[in-house]
Nanobody, 128 residues
Framework: EVQLVESGGGWVQAGGSLKLSCVVS????????ISWFRQAPGKEREGISC????????EYKDSVKGRFTISRDNVKNTVYLQMDSLKPEDTAVYYC?????????????????????WGQGTQVTVSS
C-alpha cells in the first residue's frame, strides 16, 4: 500500500522560507503524479502544485508561482515543496497526494479530481 508522510512544516515570519517533504513508501514515487494541497481554517482545500510521473508536467497555482518550487528526488522517493517569500496568507495545513493515473494538467483539475493517496498533513504558519 502506498503511504505518504509529510514533514517540514513550522512557524516562520513573512518573507521566510520552508521546505516541505513528502516521503513515499510502498511504491516508486516516480510512477505517480504527486500534488501539494493546502487547507486554511474555514477554507476549502486547494491544489497548489503538481509534478507528473517521470516529471512529465509541473503546475503551480497562480498565487504561488515564482515563490514555490516542486521537485522530486527518486533516490529518496521524496517530493519536495520549497516555499520562499512566504506570506501570512500561506498559513494552512499542507498535504501531499499521489495518484498513478492522474496528470498535472491544470490547478482546477488537480483540485477537483479525487486523488488515491493522501498524507496526514503538516502545519505551516506564517506570521506578519
Amino acid at each position: 500500500e502506498v503511504q505518504l508522510v509529510e514533514s517540514g512544516g513550522g512557524w516562520v515570519q513573512a518573507g521566510g522560507s520552508l521546505k516541505l517533504s513528502c516521503v513515499v513508501s510502498g511504491a516508486s514515487s516516480d510512477d505517480y503524479s504527486i500534488s501539494w494541497f493546502r487547507q486554511a481554517p474555514g477554507k476549502e482545500r486547494e491544489g497548489i502544485s503538481c509534478i507528473g510521473s517521470g516529471n512529465s508536467f509541473i503546475e503551480y497555482k497562480d498565487s504561488v508561482k515564482g515563490r514555490f518550487t516542486i521537485s522530486r528526488d527518486n533516490v529518496k522517493n521524496t517530493v519536495y515543496l520549497q516555499m520562499d517569500s512566504l506570506k501570512p496568507e500561506d498559513t494552512a495545513v499542507y498535504y501531499c497526494a499521489a495518484d498513478r493515473t492522474l496528470h498535472c494538467h491544470t490547478i482546477v483539475v488537480i483540485t477537483t479530481t479525487p486523488w488515491d493517496y493522501w498524507g496526514q498533513g503538516t502545519q505551516v504558519t506564517v506570521s506578519s
